[in-house]
């Protein structure tokens, strides 16, 4: 006979929670990696996606966000189920099949990685943006909202980066970075990691501090 094997919905939460945790470090560990492999990138000089192109960076870089994609999708199905307004993680979701799409169509394949790419930032600042001013359901969630917010301004206003330089790879980084540590955060708390969110969640508390 073949066991029947269930996960019920806590431990599917805590699944979608640890990919959530995941993303950050999966995507940078391997851009990191790609970028040591490419002593010609500069952060005011290229694009992150010049790292997908050539050679042993090439692998690393399409392989990370491709695995951050796939985990960002999971955490976005985990995410849909835990806020009270959904539409900003609907947001996300759609952001992470983009990401795929960067690191399955690299830069070289022109038309369908500037499509991906530029569906990915805008995604995510509309996510940023969506969250931010929707989830209110208790105390966490307002917090994560205030960070939202704050997160959404750090990747709008890191296109100032543009101005001076002629790389965009410090845009990129201010833009997905963010999102990706707010997505770490709320993971956490689907993992239940109860002492470092009521830490991280006492400390966003900013409206009663002013109040006071």
């Known amino acids: 006979m073949v066991s029947k094997f269930n996960l019920s919905q806590p431990e599917i939460t805590k699944i979608t929670g640890f990919c959530g945790i995941l993303i950050p470090i999966v995507i940078f560990t391997f851009i990191g990696l790609a970028i040591s492999q490419s002593p010609w990138f500069r952060w005011t000089d290229h694009a992150l996606s010049d ?36 539409a900003g993680a609907y947001l996300f979701s759609l952001s992470s099949l983009a990401l795929i799409g960067i690191g399955i169509w ?51 206003g890191s296109t100032s980066f543009l101005i001076p330089w002629d790389g965009i790879a410090i845009p990129e980084f201010c833009s997905c970075f963010p999102a990706f540590i707010w997505c770490m955060i709320f993971g956490l708390k689907m993992t239940n990691a109860k002492k470092v969110v009521s830490s991280i969640s006492t400390s966003l508390h900013l409206e009663r501090a002013l109040q006071e």
């Open 51 to 86: 790292l997908g192109v050539e050679e042993i960076s090439a692998f690393l870089f399409n392989t990370g966000i491709i695995i951050g994609g796939v985990l960002a999708f999971i955490f976005s199905l985990g995410l849909i189920k835990q806020i009270s307004n959904k």
């Open 106 to 156: 690299p830069e070289n394949v022109e038309t369908l990685h500037f499509i991906t790419s530029a569906a990915f930032f805008v995604l995510i600042a509309l996510f940023l943006i969506v969250t931010g001013f929707t989830i209110k359901q208790d105390q966490f969630e307002r917090s994560m909202g205030l960070l939202a917010i704050i997160f959404a301004i750090i990747a709008i």
